[in-house]
């Protein structure tokens, strides 16, 4: 099953300037699925080299361990075998009447021609082609036949005197049965006992490992599935179902270079291998890139036109695209070929839940479930859609169900322990937003969030124009494990929040156990990100593209464009690395560099802050008006702006060339061209050119504003702890005004001025540095100490509750805050903070006594 993504995720990009990351789900614990090539196990090696078989044999070994060249090749069966195995299944030799009906069937199904594969099974009673049978018989959506056909083949290959393969024939037919009408839960586990056992007889055979890899991933068991399909494929070097499985998990992993290296794989066993664009659609729908998976499976569907797998993901491009018509009308298609099957409504919609196409994908996943009331699989994700969606009740609902159906689904259990935890959760409503914790100490928080947010939101909907029309879910994780679960229904993902639309799911801000915690933030300034993805995606009906929502929700933050990210945004357009509008979307699911994410994040607020610019916030509205009918960027771009992508894209270039040389990052002259001025004045060699006091100061008399030679001026005098005198402090304001990103001229004035006993001289270089810490409360602590000294508390309380936004869990912040707040005449605050403290330090017993004399205090307050 496939994960649904979810927008938005604070994690460790938050330091270099994103406020949000791009959620992925784990990774196999052994490190990528997919191998960089296929090695043969030492063991098979071995025996392939054994001078104790003979020739015919050892052509049969290279045949199993998918060695063999066309000498090896001694039969019809074993041309017809060979051709099966790397699914040339346009090849001669299994259209050769002398070769096994059993494997020429098993072709046609693979093709898509199940209808033809039938005759060839007429009378089998072997358990192999009574499977292959069963399976033409699904594709056809003969149900009860498939069924009768499958119980056959169990019984066939589970005779005490059956042999090695018929057994693994009835393992296979009993995992079908288990989709086609539902089997007990203990079946799973008997057939990987089953497996186990055969393994275990031959060290060699790749069947057992592969087939234990298949019903391993099935059940989301990655590590263990890997493992045993990594052992598959070290037995048969050409075994392209392994490869094909491997590949799926790097999908569903956000693993995509893992599952472009799988489709290499598949192709090198075979140039026209069709598991290899099946996998590269998948992929490509996995990241919401529809039109790429188009053009793959058309190619496909042009070679086999009654592909089914092809045929449903083909249906649910077109659903990513938003063309419901179109993807009904092939989901019909499918369903003339094989009417009442759960295949095409399961694949279409578990990707428009990927899209966060709800409404939509719940009706198909439903009809998917009815179809196949036996089958977990699309209960499952219509339970972890539900959830997504913010609608517990019917989540739990659909959860029970399937973990009733398949307790070993790992992803569902995890789930529904989180939703039948959240349903005795704690709530706390505004106006706007509830919000829900688990009971204790949590409460600190949790309580304080509604009113905090309420005031927040306007900033937000009136600058986009929307208000959604319900309020928004804002769950409190404990820890990120929690939080994990809540994302993705596995315990493994490491990031602080994400956004699904009408929920909103974040970590509780606060040090502890690096297992458990990622320390403190402020969780105001993380929450506004991700409610602008809730107001984007309910304004567009989630159409928007993917940059976009993370442009805006960027560009909405209240902190200001950090300097690590100038200096991240200047390098990518010296080196002619901006993304253009196809390589920002990958950048967020499928970065290339560690830098990309945090790139896109800062490139994209960049560019919505020039479309807003160059052509008013009017336009950025239309543009969400154009996604909201399901209309493609370029076309959108055409209509709202008057460009093409590459015209748009040109302009921002020097929109950018622009706003660089404002953020003084691209002085004129360069340093490059002093220093060549200076080699030429000289006659210095190449190499480093010493610029000494003089000449300095005479470059800088020449050109007084140069950042760089002001910062070079400055760092000469500036070393260790020397104090800045006038004329330094003078170069110092120059800098920062030349470069008003860089933090350091504010760090080193705060210093000297708080050294001085100057506070007030201290307090806007203290507010500089203030304004671009959301996870440090020092500069906030220090501003309101100062401020209280100057009895300003209104800015002091400010001040204050920003440092307990970051420290939310610390009894001592909450204390100071709470005492400003009585100072300035706030008693409701104060009342929110020691109720707070209440429930941080509840042995302590002068909480309570200042909860009951603040209630007080309240009571007697004259009447408004």
Not at 186 to 212: N, V
Not at 601 to 630: C, H, N, S, T
């Amino acid at each position: 099953m496939l994960r649904a993504q979810w927008i938005g995720g604070i994690g460790a990009i938050r330091a270099i300037g994103a406020i949000a990351a791009a959620v992925a789900i784990a990774v196999p614990a052994s490190g990528q699925a997919v191998p960089a090539k296929a090695e043969l196990a030492p063991s098979v090696r071995m025996a392939l080299q054994s001078t104790a078989v003979s020739d015919t044999e050892r052509a049969a070994l290279r045949l199993r361990h998918g060695t063999w060249d066309d000498g090896d090749l001694l039969t019809p069966a074993d041309r017809a075998r060979a051709a099966l195995a790397t699914w040339d299944l346009d090849a001669d030799a299994l259209g050769d009447p002398a070769a096994p009906a059993a494997l020429r069937a098993e072709a046609l199904v693979r093709a898509g021609r199940p209808a033809d594969a039938l005759p060839l099974l007429d009378g089998a009673s072997d358990a192999r082609g009574l499977l292959v049978r069963a399976l033409a018989l699904d594709a056809l959506g003969r149900n009860a036949e498939a069924v009768e056909a499958a119980r056959r083949a169990k019984a066939a290959g589970e005779q005490d005197d059956a042999a090695r393969d018929a057994r693994m024939d009835a393992i296979e037919a009993t995992a079908l049965l288990a989709r086609l009408e539902g089997r007990p839960a203990r079946d799973w586990q008997a057939m990987l006992d089953a497996l186990a056992k055969l393994r275990d007889a031959d060290q060699l055979d790749p069947r057992p490992r592969l087939l234990e890899g298949r019903l391993l991933v099935e059940k989301d068991r990655f590590e263990d599935g890997v493992a045993a399909l990594r052992e598959a494929l070290a037995r048969d070097l050409r075994c392209g179902e392994a490869i094909y499985l491997l590949g799926r998990v790097a999908v569903q992993t956000f693993d995509f270079d893992g599952a472009r290296q799988a489709s290499a794989l598949l192709l090198a066993i075979d140039r026209d291998h069709p598991l290899a664009p099946l996998l590269d659609a998948e992929a490509s729908l996995q990241s919401r890139d529809a039109e790429t998976a188009t053009k793959v499976l058309d190619v496909l569907l042009a070679r086999f036109p009654g592909h089914r797998q092809a045929m449903a993901l083909r249906s649910a491009a077109d659903g990513m695209t938003f063309d419901m018509e179109t993807m009904r009308s092939r989901l019909g298609d499918l369903d003339a070929l094989m009417p009442g099957s759960p295949v095409g409504p399961f694949e279409a919609g578990r990707f428009l839940a990927l899209g966060r196409q709800y409404d939509e994908a719940a009706e198909l996943l439903g009809e998917a479930a009815r179809r196949a009331p036996g089958w977990s699989a699309p209960v499952a994700e219509l339970g972890l859609l539900e959830m997504q969606s913010g609608r517990d009740g019917e989540a739990m609902t659909a959860l029970r169900r399937a973990v009733e159906l398949d307790p070993y689904d790992q992803r569902a259990r995890h789930s529904l322990t989180l939703v039948e935890m959240l349903a005795d959760w704690k709530r706390f409503e505004g106006t706007h937003f509830v919000v829900r914790c688990k009971p204790g100490i949590d409460e600190a928080l949790a309580a304080w969030m509604p009113q905090a947010l309420d005031a927040m939101q306007g900033d937000v909907t009136v600058w986009l124009g929307h208000l959604p029309a319900r309020k928004t879910v804002i769950e409190l994780h404990p820890d990120h494990k929690s939080l994990a679960v809540r994302i993705t229904g596995m315990p493994w993902i490491h990031t602080i929040a994400a956004s699904t639309g009408p929920l909103i799911a974040l970590e509780a801000p606060r040090e502890g156990a690096p297992q458990l915690h990622l320390g403190t933030f402020d969780w105001l300034e993380v929450l506004r990100h991700e409610f602008v993805h809730t107001v984007t995606l309910e304004q567009t009906r989630n159409r928007i593209p993917h940059w976009f929502t993370e442009a805006l929700a960027t560009r909405l933050e209240t902190k200001p464009r950090s300097w690590e990210t100038v200096q991240m945004l200047a390098q990518a357009f010296e080196s002619d690395s901006l993304f253009d509008l196809d390589a920002i979307n990958w950048a967020f699911v499928r970065p290339k560099k560690k830098t990309d994410r945090a790139q896109a994040y800062a490139q994209g607020a960049w560019m919505a802050e020039f479309i807003e610019k160059e052509w008013g916030r009017d336009a950025v509205l239309r543009l969400l008006a154009e996604y909201r009918e399901g209309r493609p960027e370029a076309r959108a771009f055409a209509e709202v702006l008057g460009v093409d992508r590459a015209a748009f894209m040109s302009r921002f270039r020097a929109h950018a060339e622009r706003d660089l040389k404002s953020w003084g990052m691209l002085a004129e002259p360069s340093m490059a061209s002093i220093v060549d001025a200076i080699r030429a004045e000289t006659g210095a060699a190449e190499g480093t050119v010493e610029i000494d006091d003089a000449r300095l100061d005479a470059l800088l008399a020449k050109h007084p504003a140069h950042p760089d030679l002001l910062e070079l001026w400055l760092r000469r005098r500036l070393k260790g702890d020397a104090t800045p005198d006038a004329a330094v402090a003078a170069r110092l304001a120059a800098y920062s005004e030349a470069r008003p990103a860089d933090p350091w001229p504010h760090r080193v004035l705060a210093k000297a001025r708080l050294a001085d006993g100057d506070q007030a001289g201290a307090v806007p270089h203290l507010e500089a540095l203030d304004a671009r810490a959301d996870n440090d409360a020092n500069f906030a602590l220090e501003l309101a100490r100062i401020e209280r000294a100057r009895k300003n508390l209104p800015r002091a309380l400010e001040h204050a509750t920003k440092a307990a936004r970051i420290m939310a869990y610390d009894p001592a912040t909450r204390e100071f805050v709470a005492a400003i707040a009585v100072e300035a005449g706030d008693l409701d605050a104060a009342r929110m903070h020691i109720q707070a403290l209440v429930r941080l330090e509840p042995s302590v017993a002068k909480h309570a006594q200042r909860l009951a004399r603040i209630d007080e205090m309240i009571a007697k307050r004259p009447k408004p």
